[in-house]
């Protein structure tokens, strides 16, 4: 389960980012995070993946505590969570294959397990026969389907997809879409922020408005949320 509870975020330009979030997500939810730009969306990202911290309140993942967390138990932590970012963020001169195995080897995964699950988690996406091609002979689709491959590489609880198709045209969006969906059916929880309304609206999930910085709508299919 996630919890923000009263969350606060200042940068230390001064900026209010976060002026009180409080927003719980159950384990397994499908949740879309819709808002303005400079609405706080993207901060909320940020202090899940622990890029950033907090200025008051408290956010809670699981058992980890966000806000007393020591800088050592991060790399822990964000083995929890899987992030696919707007510009793909893919190596340019390692293959589809490698991308995905590097998420792997970083952490200590024995060459077996990678062997094994690599193939499997392309299979997935729909990537089985690109294996062999590097990211500048894929189309923009197809580069986002690697990235979401590699945020799943190490079998996260949850996959936080941040303008996951920001970068790719109407089509290809409800592809990426259907597999964060398809994703979802494996029990993970899925965190997507967007600000593309018409797939909000096709998809009829859980949806949590932000505006100023706060909590100002919370949705399930066209009802409010019980926690509202």
Known sequence: MIEFKNVKKTYDNGTEALAGIDLTIQDG???????????????????????????DGSL?????????MPNRKVPYYRRRIGVVFQDFRLLPDMTVYENVAFAMEIIGEPRKVIKRRVP??????????????????????????????????????????????????????LEIMNLLIKIHKKNKTVIVVTHEKQLVDYFQQRVVTISDGKVVSDRVGGMFHAQV
């Open 29 to 55: 939810e499908f949740v879309f995070i819709v808002g303005a730009s400079g609405a706080g969306k993207s901060t909320l990202t940020k202090l899940l993946t622990r890029e950033e911290r907090i200025t």
């Open 60 to 68: 809670m993942v699981d058992e980890f505590d966000l806000v007393k």
């Open 120 to 173: 499997a988690i392309l299979a997935i996406v729909g990537l089985q026969d690109k294996a062999n091609s590097f990211p500048d002979q894929l189309s923009g689709g197809e580069q986002q389907r690697v990235a979401l491959a590699r945020a799943m590489a190490n079998n996260p609880k949850t996959i936080i997809a941040d303008e996951p198709t920001g970068n790719i045209d109407p089509k290809l969006s």
